[in-house]
């Protein structure tokens, strides 16, 4: 047996596997910046709720506060009440959007002397997206909202492009946007709301507490993948290079 070297092929093989090795490499460093993310988010969520104006002031610093725990004084204006389309547990629906009058005197967004932060209140099935088939559900007056604190969602490239369009004529919405959502309600909010923890739901719809928090972790399969490629690929040159004599 003996080695037999071509020129071209041992520079294409060399190529190929640096461009797999740094793939599998750089897996390797995703896997560590989700685990940190996840990590994180956890400690987060574990937090005790914060004032929502504090973890808005943070956001808007540039602190990533999505799934922080906050709460926020004031009255549901029902009235204003918007849909966005989703699902829960496998079941097609809406998520309640409904925007908090609060009293802030420090906010700066006003409409006839009220600041409105939207409050997702939950989901509800298709056969209750009517408000009137939801009616135990209303909740009046003054009160206390605690939920996680989330940025407005922002679609990106296929997934912008794919998302079903809006229809404000039926108060259906695709995206989680309180910006785009208030616009359409001729009030404004900022680009942040809250998934509530129900709490304060009275009856079964909006079902309330149903925050998805996953984040896809394979990284380390993918890194495995691109590895073992690498390998194979050290395998084939080596038998095609290995000449009897």
Known sequence: MRLSLRPG???????????????????????EWKRALIE????????APMPFDEA?????????????PVYLD?????????LVFGTYEGAPG??????????????????????FIYVNRGFAPQDFRDPETRRDGVVEGDIRVEGLFRSAE?????????????????NLYFVRDPRVIAAEREIEAPPYYVDSFGRENAGAWPKGDVTRVEFSNRHLEYALTWFGLAAALIGVFAVYSLKRD
Not at 11 to 31: E, H, N, P, Y
């Open 9 to 31: 092929l041992l520079v294409a093989t060399a190529f190929a596997l640096a461009v797999l090795c740094s793939l599998g490499a750089w897996q390797l460093r995703r896997l």
């Open 40 to 47: 994180a988010t956890e400690q987060k969520r574990a937090a």
């Open 56 to 68: 808005a002031a943070r956001a808007d610093a540039g602190e990533k506060m999505d799934y922080q």
């Open 74 to 82: 004031g009255a549901f204006a029902n009235d204003l009440e918007s």
């Open 94 to 115: 809406v998520y309640v959007f409904t925007p908090l009058a609060t009293r802030d005197p420090a906010a700066g967004l006003r409409d006839s002397g009220r600041r």
């Open 154 to 170: 922002v679609k990106r490239g296929f997934e912008k492009w794919l998302q079903p369009k809006d229809q404000p004529e039926d």
